[in-house]
């Protein structure tokens, strides 16, 4: 019996990695070569780490250890060190270390070595203190890199199998422009290629910017924000028994704000979550025959990245309104 179910449980992770998008988790060194990226647990056994593709998310990836089919979750860890270690975290809530390893069997640890606004820079640092980028990369060569990403200003992020973590691990986009364009315009897109404004609308029906917002040197994922006076108010996908997630600005007083699209002809069309892959929700404006429309965050220069959501584990409070996704400004794929 237990080696029927051993086989089961075989045969359904593999349709499961079959459905998904598998890459490889690495480390670069500055000669080219690239090393294995191993958790290593209490028996000594070196598990695979992976970067998953769900679905069509190629923008948000999750990084995980694989230990007898089961996915454990990856995390940078808090602590009183200079950097944040990288570690698994088994469903007993045991830590796992994470390591690069050389082509000599060397043990070189993964860490988080300088945070930039929302996203924590992973590098596999040396006893020497070189730094080897880390990097997630596809079966047909895709590159994406690996970064701690956090949304709350605490030291903990989270907890997880009863320990608490410092901050997420993801594979996201490589960037393609240098952010010195510190305001980005978020626009939709009609489907004859006519950028229409995007909204936020109080109840005195007055239409105030949104915009994309570069801060701390970080280019991966971007800030939404809507400028109503002097405050800058956070944009959310809320919590709904709606079909489609609603979009909107929440203002410190708890005051919800409607984002729409605002057509040629002056319709206030909605704008909101309306499929999901992975941890991403996809937001579109939804144009009044029911189509969707594409939102992109657009640079003075040209450059566009997807408005997208970014799916919460937990759903959370801000400003006491629940929230099931922060919008976020991601590289294209």
Known sequence: MKNIFGFLLAMIFSQLVFSQNIWNVKAIQP????LDIKAIDKQGNYLDVKAISISANNQYLDVKAIKNGKYLSVKLMPGNERYHPMKAIDENG????????????????????????????????????????????????KLRDVKGVKFENSDIEGTTQ???FFANVKALPQ??????????????????????????????????????????????????????????????????????????????????YDIK???EAGNKLDVKGVTVDGNITNIKVVARDGSFWGVKAISPSGNFYDVKGINLENEIKVNGIVVKAHVKALPQE
């Open 31 to 34: 000669s080219g070569k690239i």
């Open 162 to 164: 009863g320990k608490d």
């Open 261 to 263: 699209c605002l057509d």
């Open 94 to 141: 045991d830590v796992l270390d994470i390591k690069a390893i050389t082509a000599q069997k060397e043990k070189i640890d993964v860490k988080g070595v300088r945070q930039d606004g929302h996203i924590i820079s992973i590098k596999a640092v040396t006893s020497t203190g070189d730094f080897y980028g880390v990097k997630a990369i596809s079966k047909d060569g």
């Open 175 to 256: 960037i393609v422009c240098n952010g010195d364009e510190m305001i980005w315009h978020v626009k939709g897109i009609s489907p004859d290629g006519k950028l229409l404004d995007i909204k936020a609308i109080g109840k005195d029906g007055k239409p105030n910017d949104v915009k994309a917002i570069f801060e701390n040197g970080n280019n991966h994922i971007i800030d939404i924000k809507a400028f109503i006076g002097d405050a800058k108010l956070p944009v959310k996908i809320l919590s709904s028994k709606e079909k489609y997630g609603p979009v909107k600005a929440i203002g410190n007083d708890g005051l919800i």
